[in-house]
C-alpha cells in the first residue's frame, strides 16, 4: 500500500509528509517501459509532486513539477492532484549510463546538472503560480529542496529513493518532506540535520520492511514529539478520457481540424502519461469538425 502521511512537530515549528510508493513507481515504470536509471529519476519525481500536490488545500488544484537539464532523459513531467495522486513522463525512458561510484544509479547524470526545475500550482485561480530555479544536481531532491529555499521561502530537507530490483521492477520507493516553520531557531535546525543525517539514505532504511512512510519520519524526528495530522493511500493516476480528448481537438479549431480531416481521415491520440490510445473515425471527426463551429 502506497500511502502519505502529513505530521507536525507538537514542540517545535516543523512540518513534514513522507511517502512510500513503490506501486505508484512500478506502475510508472510498466506504463512507460523505462529502464532502471529513468525508473529512478521519474519515481523520484512522481514522490515529490505527490507529497507538493498533498500540501495544497481546494479541490482540484495541482502542481506540477518539470525537470528540463542537459542530460540523456531529456525532460521529466510529473503531474499531482491535491490528494497526492501522481502521473508522469519522461522524455526518453530507455536511456542507460553506468552506475556511479558508489553503485548507485546516476540519475544527476541523467538529468543533466544545467538545466531548470519548474514548479507549476494550479489552485484553480484565474492564474496559475509559477516557480522556476536552476538545477543544483539533478538528482531531484536537491533541486526540490532548492526550490523551497529559492522560490517559496521555506527551509526544507527533502530525500526520495527508488530502490530498483535485479528484474528492473521497483523494490522500494520513498521519500520525505521536512520542512520549518516561522520561529524555527538554530537548537531546531541542529536537531532535524541530526536526524536527517542518522536516517541516512531512505532506500536504505525502507529495505527494512517495517518502515513506512510515518517510520520515516519517526527515524528523522526522532528528537520531537510528532503527531499525526493526516495520512491516506495514494496511487498512480491518470484522469484522462475520451470526452477530454474530444474537448482538445475541438480547441484546435475548424481549421486544424479540416486539415487533419483532409490529411489523414482519422485520428489516433495517445496520451503521455498513461499510454491509452483514442482513435477517432472519419465520422467522428467531422461531428467535432460541426461542433467547433465548421
Do not use: W
Given at each position: 500500500?502506497?500511502?502519505?502521511?502529513?505530521?507536525?512537530?507538537?514542540?517545535?515549528?516543523v512540518?513534514?509528509?513522507?511517502?512510500?510508493?513503490?506501486?505508484?513507481?512500478?506502475?510508472?515504470?510498466?506504463?512507460?517501459?523505462?529502464?532502471?536509471?529513468?525508473?529512478?529519476?521519474?519515481?523520484?519525481?512522481?514522490?515529490?509532486?505527490?507529497?507538493?500536490?498533498?500540501?495544497?488545500?481546494?479541490?482540484?488544484?495541482?502542481?506540477?513539477?518539470?525537470?528540463?537539464?542537459?542530460?540523456?532523459?531529456?525532460?521529466?513531467?510529473?503531474?499531482?492532484?491535491?490528494?497526492?495522486?501522481?502521473r508522469?513522463?519522461?522524455?526518453?525512458?530507455?536511456?542507460?549510463?553506468?552506475?556511479?561510484?558508489?553503485?548507485?544509479?546516476?540519475?544527476?547524470?541523467a538529468?543533466?546538472?544545467?538545466?531548470?526545475?519548474?514548479?507549476?500550482?494550479?489552485?484553480?485561480?484565474?492564474?496559475?503560480?509559477?516557480?522556476?530555479?536552476?538545477?543544483t544536481?539533478?538528482?531531484?531532491?536537491?533541486?526540490?529542496?532548492?526550490?523551497?529555499?529559492?522560490?517559496?521561502?521555506?527551509?526544507?530537507?527533502?530525500?526520495?529513493?527508488?530502490?530498483?530490483?535485479?528484474?528492473?521492477?521497483?523494490?522500494?520507493?520513498?521519500?520525505?518532506?521536512?520542512?520549518?516553520?516561522?520561529?524555527?531557531?538554530?537548537?531546531?535546525?541542529?536537531?532535524?540535520?541530526?536526524?536527517?543525517a542518522?536516517?541516512?539514505?531512505?532506500?536504505?532504511?525502507?529495505?527494512?520492511?517495517?518502515?513506512?512512510?510515518?517510520?520515516?519520519?519517526?527515524?528523522?524526528?526522532?528528537?520531537?514529539?510528532?503527531?499525526?495530522?493526516?495520512?491516506?493511500?495514494?496511487?498512480?493516476?491518470?484522469?484522462?478520457?475520451?470526452?477530454?480528448?474530444?474537448?482538445?481537438?475541438?480547441?484546435?479549431?475548424?481549421?486544424?481540424?479540416?486539415?487533419?480531416?483532409?490529411?489523414?481521415?482519422?485520428?489516433?491520440?495517445?496520451?503521455?502519461?498513461?499510454?491509452e490510445?483514442?482513435?477517432?473515425?472519419?465520422?467522428?471527426?467531422?461531428?467535432l469538425?460541426?461542433?467547433?463551429?465548421?
Open positions: 500500500m502506497d500511502e502519505i502521511i502529513r505530521v507536525i512537530a507538537k514542540d517545535a515549528p512540518k513534514a509528509s513522507a511517502i512510500t510508493g513503490r506501486s505508484l513507481v512500478e506502475r510508472a515504470r510498466q506504463i512507460h517501459k523505462t529502464l532502471p536509471v529513468a525508473t529512478a529519476a521519474l519515481g523520484r519525481t512522481l514522490m515529490a509532486a505527490a507529497m507538493m500536490g498533498d500540501q495544497l488545500k481546494g479541490e482540484g488544484a495541482s502542481v506540477t513539477l518539470r525537470f528540463k537539464g542537459d542530460g540523456p532523459i531529456g525532460s521529466i513531467t510529473a503531474v499531482s492532484d491535491n490528494e497526492g495522486n501522481p508522469g513522463f519522461v522524455l526518453e525512458p530507455a536511456i542507460i549510463l553506468p552506475p556511479k561510484a558508489n553503485g548507485h544509479l546516476d540519475v544527476g547524470g538529468v543533466g546538472r544545467s538545466g531548470t526545475l519548474t514548479v507549476i500550482k494550479d489552485l484553480d485561480m484565474k492564474e496559475p503560480y509559477v516557480g522556476m530555479v536552476p538545477l544536481s539533478g538528482e531531484i531532491a536537491e533541486d526540490v529542496t532548492a526550490y523551497f529555499a529559492v522560490s517559496e521561502q521555506i527551509p526544507t530537507a527533502c530525500a526520495l529513493g527508488v530502490l530498483v530490483d535485479t528484474d528492473q521492477s521497483v523494490l522500494r520507493a520513498g521519500g520525505y518532506l521536512i520542512q520549518l516553520l516561522p520561529g524555527a531557531d538554530d537548537s531546531v535546525i541542529d536537531k532535524v540535520e541530526a536526524g536527517v542518522r536516517l541516512g539514505e531512505v532506500t536504505k532504511a525502507l529495505r527494512n520492511e517495517d518502515v513506512d512512510a510515518e517510520g520515516l519520519l519517526r527515524l528523522a524526528l526522532a528528537d520531537f514529539d510528532l503527531e499525526v495530522l493526516d495520512r491516506h493511500e495514494v496511487a498512480y493516476r491518470c484522469d484522462c478520457s475520451r470526452e477530454r480528448v474530444e474537448r482538445a481537438l475541438i480547441s484546435m479549431g475548424p481549421g486544424e481540424l479540416q486539415s487533419l480531416i483532409d490529411e489523414q481521415g482519422k485520428a489516433e491520440l495517445t496520451c503521455q502519461f498513461c499510454d490510445i483514442y482513435e477517432f473515425s472519419g465520422q467522428e471527426l467531422q461531428g469538425l460541426k461542433r467547433a463551429g465548421g
